[in-house]
């Protein structure tokens, strides 16, 4: 299984409502990874986890609440979004951080409304 | 400046052609990545290089650490071909490294 998962597929959102983005690998992998994607521009880089403990917040706003349960999984929990934060959140994982490449998973669409 | 500058940004070519796409980048770097995003968001990571050159299938990958620039080529391209490729350097070899990404090539080959 050399590939990354990620549920859902697309999300519709009100500002007020509590919502979770999941992500999972089973390649053994310890390092995972949230990025968010606007529309034509490059991946921008929110979290990482390695070891299941939070190396990197890249001052992402605390609307947004990862956690990662266990070496295999990885959420995004959503609280009182934005309209702004409308983008499509992409997860990846890596044997360990900064050594090998990263896979990547088809992302999530979320619309705030 | 960008770290990482692609060119060129939109790419239009019928089915056969040969394409090339640029990366350069400004940084030192420990690999750079090739990647491919289909319409609906999915990345595919395609090659990763350290050095030297790289071939899968119809497309090959060269980097020249000295000039600090890398190509993908595409040959006998077809419609399937289109997507976004995407370029991203990674900046150490450490436990803290992190991708650095240009800002893409929208590649649309017709039939």
């Known amino acids: 299984d050399t590939e990354v998962t990620q549920t859902p597929k697309h999300l519709v959102m009100g500002m007020t409502n509590k919502k979770s983005l999941k992500c999972e690998q089973h390649m053994g992998h310890r390092a995972m990874y949230w990025y968010k994607q606007k529309a034509k521009k490059p991946p921008e880089l929110m979290f990482v986890?390695?070891?299941?403990?939070?190396?990197i917040n890249e001052s992402v706003p605390s609307r947004f609440s990862p956690e990662c349960p266990n070496s295999s999984l990885l959420n995004l929990h959503l609280h009182a979004l934005q309209p702004e934060d409308s983008a499509l959140y992409l997860c990846?994982?890596?044997?360990?951080?900064?050594?090998?490449?990263?896979?990547f998973g088809p992302g999530t669409r979320l619309t705030v409304l | 400046k960008n770290e990482v500058e692609q060119s060129p940004q939109n790419l239009t070519a019928q089915e056969g052609e040969f394409i090339t796409i640029n990366c350069s980048y400004s940084?030192?770097?420990?690999?750079l990545h090739w990647l491919q995003q289909h319409p609906g968001g999915g990345i595919v990571s395609l090659f990763m290089?350290?050095?030297g050159k790289k071939k899968h299938g119809r497309l090959i990958a060269t980097i020249n650490i000295q000039e600090k620039h890398s190509s993908l080529h595409i040959t006998a391209s077809h419609p399937r071909d289109s997507a976004v490729y995407i370029c991203?350097?990674?900046?150490?070899?450490?436990?803290?490294?992190?991708?650095?990404f240009g800002e893409g090539t929208q590649l649309t080959v017709n039939p």
């Open positions: 990846a994982s890596s044997q360990d951080w900064g050594l090998l490449g990263q896979f």
């Open positions: 986890y390695s070891y299941e403990k939070l190396s």
């Open positions: 940084v030192g770097i420990s690999a």
């Open positions: 991203a350097v990674r900046s150490g070899e450490t436990s803290g490294s992190r991708l650095t």
């Open positions: 290089l350290s050095s």
